[in-house]
């Protein structure tokens, strides 16, 4: 397998977010066309309960009061739900997570490793459907910041000279 595609290279900025439809840990179908009208951060990692899967979804609740007042926050992985939501209820995550076991949208999104696994990616996709931002190789204790950040600094660049 291609290590490029395997981490999220083949969708970049400007492209539209492939769309997917999968029940979530809060036990409710979700569409990402449903989301519409707001930014969201889809993020993939590989599997629950982890130390780098932990440090990263607890970076995200430790903010998840910030990031939710502009984003639509929405974790997936290739676990099935069962994991998933005992890890969401393990650690009381504020976000729902999606079982992608079918790795159809992992595939989508070419995150996918040669393990059968959704590599640790994030994609900025803004009200309109598509993708501002990729984020690779972000270090997992300081997802949430490093995400803010960025995401700050593209909705600077895509303001226009009069707002």
Not at 103 to 129: A, C
Request: charged letters at 20%; aromatic letters at 14%; hydrophobic letters at 35%.
């Amino acid at each position: 397998m291609d290590l490029k595609k395997a981490l999220g290279w083949g969708l970049e900025a400007g492209m539209v977010a492939p769309d997917f439809s999968l029940l979530g840990t809060d036990k409710k179908f979700h569409s990402l066309s449903e989301y519409r009208g707001k930014n969201v951060l889809l993020y993939f990692f590989p599997r629950a309960f982890t130390s780098r899967a932990t440090q990263q979804a607890l970076s995200l609740k430790s903010y998840h009061h910030i990031l939710r007042q502009n984003y639509v926050l929405l974790g997936m992985s290739t676990e099935p739900l069962s994991a998933l939501q005992a890890f969401s209820e393990n650690y009381q995550l504020p976000f729902s997570l999606f079982s992608d076991v079918t790795q159809k949208v992992s595939k989508n999104y070419n995150v996918l490793n040669p393990f059968q696994r959704s590599n640790r990616v994030t994609f900025f996709i803004g009200k309109e459907g598509v993708i501002k931002k990729v984020f690779r190789f972000v270090s997992r204790k300081i997802y949430a910041e490093t995400l803010l950040e960025e995401c700050r600094y593209s909705h600077d660049l895509s303001r226009s000279p009069n707002s």
